[in-house]
């Protein structure tokens, strides 16, 4: 196994329904028939989005008002679809992040196949409790931004012809995110802590060879990054969502949520790399010290013509502790968190450069 660099292909195939150890979710039904469409699976994505924008556009053309919707509506309606769709994403990541972590793995083909599935469908039940647990999530999300607040993001009059339907598509909408939303905590709950599972009970650490290790760092990465792309979204899309206070205090929790969701899955190969690397430097300080002691005792004795022995074995135990001290017992790439803090720490960037010219210009 260990001389592989990724799995087999046929170690992919999905265990049968009667080895399956639950039923899919809805979640993952509903993907793997946007998979059986032709085409690339983003365009169904797309497609979905592109719909919604067209029901709006005619509701709003039976108005006087504005015949287009406004950026916020563009998000607030791309917010259900871009989650469905990073769930989607994020499947295909851990599978893929699986085939690179196999080298690293101490199981069978059973075995592997059954965490495949694990990291890659939820089971039904829970993900259905989650999607209930949502229509609670939905209505407190958009409670954030007051109703009147809303009508002028969205710029709905309902007073208009078409504006009362479109206030109901929009809080059907509204629905639809508390449902994915509490979908997708739960699956982030749920992969992320398979991969917590995999790390601490089927998993070959060695301190040299760490790439395969890696692999679930881009994971947890994309996880967080994913959702606070979503969040930022919102704040760009209108100036009246950066002006709301207790939005602004969800997004430092979010963002708080997100950092525990990049590093919390990662901390239990932490700690195991970190006892590995302190274990082999308490072997080598105790052959450099055996080494030591018999260099003392050739001193003693006076047999100090011949020594190239000992201070090559010295030499070399001395550079291995040094080289052994450097390895990083965070299993991840350096790209890994560097692009993670980036993402996090843009909107204070932005709002930095943004502060900064506008002193300049005025």
């Not at 290790?213 to 990054?225: G, M, R, V």
């Not at 979010?254 to 590995?276: D, E």
């Amino acid at each position: 196994m260990a001389n592989s660099v990724t799995a087999p292909a046929h170690f992919d195939a999905p265990p049968v329904s009667s080895n399956r150890p639950y039923a899919p979710s809805w979640i993952d039904h509903l993907c793997f028939r946007i998979d059986r469409l032709p085409g690339p699976s983003w365009l169904a994505f797309v497609g979905a989005w592109a719909v919604l924008v067209l029901i709006d556009v005619v509701l709003r053309a039976q108005g006087n008002g504005q015949s287009l919707p406004t950026p916020f509506t563009l998000v607030y309606y791309a917010t259900p679809i871009y989650v469905l769709w990073l769930m989607h994403t994020l499947d295909r990541l851990a599978g893929r992040a699986l085939r690179q972590f196999y080298p690293a793995l101490e199981c069978d083909e059973t075995t592997y196949r059954e965490l495949r599935f694990r990291l890659t469908t939820m089971p039904a039940r829970p993900a259905l409790l989650a999607s209930v647990a949502g229509l609670f999530i939905g209505p407190f999300y958009l409670m954030l931004i007051p109703f009147q607040q809303q009508i002028a993001l969205l710029e709905i009059d309902p007073v208009q012809a078409g504006g009362a339907a479109l206030v109901i598509v929009c809080q059907i909408v509204g629905i639809f995110i508390g449902i994915v939303t509490g979908v997708f905590v739960y699956h982030t709950w749920h992969q992320l802590r398979t991969v917590n599972i995999i790390y601490r009970e089927h998993t070959r650490v060695t301190l040299i060879d760490q790439m395969p290790l890696y692999a679930f760092a881009n994971l947890s990465a994309a996880t967080a990054i994913g959702m606070l792309v979503d969040t930022y979204a919102w704040s760009l899309a209108s100036p009246l969502i950066g002006q709301n206070s207790l939005f602004a205090a969800w997004q430092v929790i979010f963002s708080i949520v997100c950092a525990l969701t990049f590093i919390a899955p990662l901390i239990g190969t932490h700690n195991l790399l970190k006892a590995k690397r302190d274990e082999r430097l308490r072997d080598v300080s105790r052959r450099l010290q055996q080494v030591t002691g018999k260099l003392y005792q050739r001193v003693d004795a006076g047999q100090v013509s011949d020594m190239d022995d000992l201070n090559k074995a010295i030499q070399s135990l001395e550079l291995e502790y040094q080289i052994v001290k450097r390895l990083p017992t965070w299993p991840w790439s350096p790209e890994t968190p560097r692009a993670f803090i980036l993402t996090l720490l843009l909107p204070i960037l932005l709002w930095l450069i943004e502060e900064v010219l506008n002193r300049l210009i005025t």
